[in-house]
């Protein structure tokens, strides 16, 4: 069993930036590829950014001019930074150990005027 707990989110106005983090429990976070997925309420969990055991990281085309994702294994933490906010970004936000079934409870983020 592996336990996430994500934080930093908030309601942020247009254009502003926002760093989420996620702490794991899981001994060998490092082995693991992560993930950061949003889930808008009615519509699909999507993923947005993913990074290997070895640093190397993907992105969602939508997303990949303003989010960065980033990890540090020795604090077993998984980060997204997200730059210029947007209206649709308004989404909760999990990360997940690729190819597990372990979510957290996800952070809110609220882009909004």
């Known amino acids: 069993q592996v336990h996430l707990v994500e934080a930093g989110g908030g309601l942020v106005q247009p254009g502003g930036s926002l760093r989420l983090s996620c702490v794991a429990t899981?001994?060998?976070?490092?082995?693991?590829?992560m993930a950061w997925y949003r889930q808008i309420p009615g519509k699909q969990r999507e993923m947005v950014a993913v990074?290997?055991?070895?640093?190397?990281?993907s992105y969602r085309d939508s997303v990949k001019d303003r989010f960065t994702i980033s990890r540090d294994n020795t604090k077993k933490t998984l980060y997204l930074r997200i730059d210029n906010l947007k209206p649709e970004d308004t989404a909760i936000y999990y990360c997940?150990?690729?190819?597990?079934?372990?979510w957290g409870q996800g952070t809110q983020v609220t882009v909004s005027s």
């Open positions: 899981e001994s060998n976070f490092s082995h693991y590829q």
């Open positions: 997940n150990p690729s190819g597990t079934p372990f």
């Open positions: 990074i290997t055991p070895d640093f190397t990281a």
